[in-house]
């Protein structure tokens, strides 16, 4: 980009550099690891092109301070970013101040870019993005048919249980203990009992989950009749009759002073993370994992949540998901494969990467020149398709009945005599419309509010109306009533119809709400990356979305079958979803101040244009 | 495909982490053996040392004598922007320098010398040779070495002008496995060399054969011809060249419509290089390069173009129809 434009440029990142980058970060060193991208990506573009005028933002461009009036300065923005959550907020903020978005992400050998201008295409949400996968509680909890319904138990259920903060809900006993008498007594199995050693408690867990669960989900004969039955494991079977008890020498081992160096595979011996361990290996680094949470860690614990960079937290998931799939006869996975489906981790090349980003630089360019005729969403594809590699297609017109780049009235079915609140704000507001900053109104009455310039009564009132339900707010939301919601930093504005509703099915519509006129995500069952990569895990979420940070957003491929046919611009396009990122172009943008003032820089970045006779001047 | 050799190291697996997740660690593997050698070091063979040496081959030689001139460094971001540091040193030997501090585990070099004098026993050593902004002859001459190694060297040559590029493959007998619906199976293809493949008679190709790939071979013969410097032409060439294509087309009996005067025209007129087409190009190629040397993948067969204008990257198989 810079080589090319001899402007000024913005580039917003908040993460900081890690070794995993450095297969495809050509501006970043070892040395660099650790640090800010956007401060080191200055420094390195610098060296070869000093003339360019570079503010690094190390920063979340969610932050308050990137507002409307700071994109305006903007003749362009460049998003190379890797959440749903921040594009969608990027395209509002876009929307909002009149400035053109290039919009890009990779996966692999799979990318694409897209180009964003208000009025004139489609905006980034005005069609739907899949959905991350999710799972009925009931395979997570008792029928597990996959490796990756393992990793989910073993994630966001034993792992928040024994680790995790203890007031949040977890279904792990839910099924198990259906059968159980017992149920009050199984809530004590997970507490570390203040004098027991850590070693006996390990087993003591071990057993409960792989042994005596399963045991009492057998006795549920309903549940098997056509599958098939789960062996109960238990640590007389898997390991060998006498605990190991040579204490003192592991802690030798792991006797650090840095807590996050802590390894069970370093302290049992097991050096290649994509060796396939037995049972008995499993089981060893499973105790020993616990161990060492229970004995470095203690301070944490309680707090934690799973993190992919977390050695021992991957350690322990990997070993207890493998050992639940040995009880369910499914195939186990290394600790390699098993992180990556864990972290939801994508897969990334420096070749998808330099395609993808000479192609946003080639779309910046015509958005500069004002070529609205030439813009083009670029495919990156694996397999060519009507002998292309990359494939360009125009762009969609914007989306007439899309909530956020046109005023299309949503509306909300609900039972109002139940759901409270922050229900809504949590299950609509935050999660469906991806507002960070919602405020929402009755009429002229406010309901709830965010913001760090709130009175304390204000905040005391909000945070009141969180715990009530809607008809009983002060002023009462039924059936009839029109909400609106906005959040003032992306400055955008729904209205939403209430409808009551009395009953929801639990399985179908497990939020007890439904917002229709509101393009929804699609399930990922449909999506057709499978030929595209060597892991399903890209396709795969968790029970609890929960974003990681360098990981999972979405892409739209459109099919390229259909429009190889002809069919350009059907609403039957088929949706191919990919975790992406483009990290070596994460936020930058041009300014508009640059190319206004100077005249003989927005010359130069004319030259060496696509069609020497279509140059045109910017503005 | 067996396991072979030893173990990724741990440093090599944390770094090379998110490729080994696509393409193996068996592909990584043979990564981390190959030996590539490039000449020509423009912006596009720029990009593509910059994905290989990420990637971590074994090793990278650099070829190319020429000494540091503003406009050789149009697209070139190894080289730093300041006259002390560049002045008399050869292109190789500053794009060696910051290769090789981005990624130290990829041992990379310099050859001197001119492209043409190598010999078969200097190409054989190598996975890969990758070469640009050489004459036609020599490309012929360097691509009839690597098919005379006693072991498969692949080639690759690549040109970029104006906002227009092209990729031409040759990897002799190349069979790899895929899978195909859970089911590997094999696959066995068969190149042309350049020379064979640009002798291909034009009327024998499937109509809609992309004109840039017909304007590539008008450029080409038209700098054989007046012996110029590889891409020392210019817009004021137009007109012997629209000369040349009026012969050609008569010649392969096609209409010189399918070579418009336009793309002629932006190809000559081009002599600072376009730095997203470089990026687009180099990337297809290291891809290419990776796929070929770590037998996973369709390879590409036999060109890829790509033109900016309409952003299409397409590629084209250019054999006899018998084969």
């Not at chain 1, 300065?73 to 959550?85: A, E, M, R, T």
């Not at chain 2, 990637?55 to 080289?79: C, K, Q």
């Not at chain 2, 500053?94 to 090789?100: D, G, P, Q, T, Y």
């Not at chain 2, 790899?176 to 493949?197: H, W």
Request: aromatic fraction near 6%; proline fraction near 4%.
């Amino acid at each position: 980009m810079a080589s090319e434009e001899q402007l000024s440029a913005i580039k917003i990142d908040m993460d900081t550099i890690e070794v995993s980058n450095l297969n495809r970060q050509f501006l970043f060193r070892q040395k660099h690891v650790g640090q800010s991208k956007a401060k080191v990506a200055r420094e390195a573009v610098l060296k070869f092109k000093p003339d360019i005028k570079i503010t690094p933002y190390h920063a979340n461009v969610k932050d308050p301070e990137f507002n409307v009036d700071f994109f305006k300065q903007f003749n362009v923005v460049l998003n190379g970013l890797d959440n749903l959550d921040a594009r969608r907020h990027v395209n509002r903020l876009c929307l909002a101040s009149g400035v053109p978005l290039v919009e890009s992400g990779t996966t692999g050998f799979l990318g694409q870019v897209t180009v964003h201008v208000k009025g004139k295409t489609e905006c980034y949400e005005c069609q739907p993005k899949p959905a991350p996968k999710t799972y009925p509680v009931c395979t997570i909890t008792s029928t597990p048919t996959k490796f990756v319904h393992c990793i989910v138990w073993a994630k966001d259920l034993l792992f928040a249980k024994l680790f995790g903060n203890k007031n949040q809900e977890n279904d792990l006993n839910v099924r198990s203990t259906d059968a159980s008498s017992s149920s009050e007594h199984t809530e004590d199995v997970f507490e570390h009992r203040v004098d027991e050693d850590v070693e006996q408690y390990g087993r003591r867990i071990f057993d409960h989950v792989f042994g005596y669960n399963i045991e009492v989900a057998l006795r549920n004969e309903e549940t098997w009749k056509n599958r098939n039955k789960p062996r109960p494991v238990y640590t007389r079977d898997a390991l060998p009759p006498r605990p190991i008890e040579q204490n003192g020498n592991k802690d030798k081992a792991s006797n650090t002073g840095d807590p996050s160096s802590v390894s069970a595979m370093a302290s049992l011996g097991l050096k290649n993370p994509q060796d396939l361990w037995s049972l008995r290996e499993n089981s060893e680094v499973f105790l020993e994992a616990l161990r060492l949470f229970f004995l470095k860690r203690e301070k944490e614990i309680g707090q934690l949540g799973f993190d992919k960079d977390d050695q021992l937290a991957v350690e322990f998931v990997t070993s207890a998901a493998n050992i639940r799939a040995t009880s369910f006869g499914i195939p186990l996975h290394s600790l390699f494969e098993a992180k990556g489906i864990a972290g939801n981790i994508v897969h990334a090349v420096a070749t998808t990467n330099a395609i993808i980003a000479g192609l946003i630089v080639l779309e910046a360019m015509k958005v500069l020149q004002n070529d609205v005729k030439s813009y083009r969403m670029t495919y990156c594809l694996e397999h060519p398709s009507r002998k292309m590699l990359l494939m360009p297609v125009e762009p969609f017109e914007p989306n007439k009945s899309c909530y956020v780049c046109s005023e299309t009235p949503l509306t909300l079915e609900i039972n109002t005599h139940r759901s409270k609140l922050r229900d809504f704000v949590e299950k609509i507001v935050k999660a469906k419309l991806g507002m960070s900053l919602p405020l929402i109104m009755h009429g002229v009455a406010l309901l709830y509010e965010v913001g760090d310039d709130l009175e304390e009564d204000e905040v005391a009132n909000y945070a009141a109306n969180l715990d009530k339900v809607l008809s009983e707010l002060p002023s009462p939301v039924t059936g009839g009533t029109i909400l609106t919601v906005e959040d003032l930093q992306q400055e955008l504005k729904c209205s939403i119809n209430i409808k009551h509703r009395e009953e929801f099915d639990e399985e179908k519509e497990p939020d007890g709400m439904v917002l229709s006129g509101w393009t929804p995500a699609l399930a990922t069952e449909k999506n057709k990356t499978s030929d595209n990569g060597p892991s399903s895990s890209n396709a795969s979420q968790t029970v609890p979305l929960e974003p990681e940070d360098d990981d999972e957003i979405e892409i739209i491929l459109k099919d390229p079958e259909i429009l190889s046919a002809g069919k350009k611009r059907k609403s039957t396009d088929i949706s191919v979803a990919a975790d992406s990122e483009i990290s070596s172009v994460t936020g930058a943008m041009l300014t508009k101040s640059k190319v206004e003032a100077d005249d003989s820089h927005s010359d130069v970045m004319v030259d060496g244009n696509l069609d020497t006779n279509k140059k045109k001047r910017v503005q | 495909m067996g396991k072979e050799g030893e173990e990724l190291t741990e440093q090599e697996t944390a770094i090379y982490d998110r490729q080994i997740r696509v393409w193996g660690v068996d592909a990584q593997r043979r990564l981390s053996k190959s030996h590539i050698f490039v000449s020509g070091l423009k912006g596009t063979v720029i990009e593509f040392c910059k994905n290989i040496v990420l990637a971590g081959v074994g090793s990278l030689m650099l070829n190319d004598d020429r000494l540091v001139t503003e406009e050789l460094l149009s697209a070139n971001f190894l080289v730093p922007s300041d006259e002390n540091v560049t002045r008399g040193k050869s292109l190789a030997e500053l794009c060696c320098e910051s290769l090789k501090d981005f990624n130290p585990m990829v041992s990379v070099s310099v050859e001197k010398g001119d492209l043409a004098n190598f010999d078969v026993e200097f190409f054989q050593k190598f996975d890969a040779v990758v070469i640009s902004c050489c004459s036609l002859l020599t490309k012929k001459s360097v691509n009839a070495k690597c098919r005379k190694s006693p072991r498969r060297v692949a080639f690759y040559s690549v040109e970029c002008r104006d906002s227009c590029g092209e990729i031409f493959v040759d990897l002799q007998n190349y069979s790899y496995s895929k899978k195909k619906n859970e089911e590997t199976i094999e696959c066995q293809l068969q190149y042309l060399s350049f020379e064979e493949a640009i002798a291909v008679p034009w009327r024998s190709l499937p109509r809609r054969t992309s004109k840039l790939y017909f304007a590539m071979r008008v450029i080409e013969r038209f700098e054989e011809l007046e012996k110029r410097n590889p891409q020392d032409v210019s817009a004021g060439d137009l007109p012997n060249v629209l000369k040349l294509r009026k012969e050609l087309c008569e010649a392969q009996c096609m209409n010189e419509s399918q070579i418009p005067d336009l793309l002629l025209q932006r190809l000559l007129a081009a002599r600072v290089e376009f730095p997203p087409v470089c990026a687009i190009i180099g990337g297809v190629l290291g891809q290419e390069v990776i796929k070929a040397i770590s037998g996973k993948g369709d390879p590409l067969k036999n060109f890829f173009l790509f033109d900016a204008m309409d952003g299409k990257g397409i590629i084209e198989d250019i054999s006899n129809i018998n084969n």
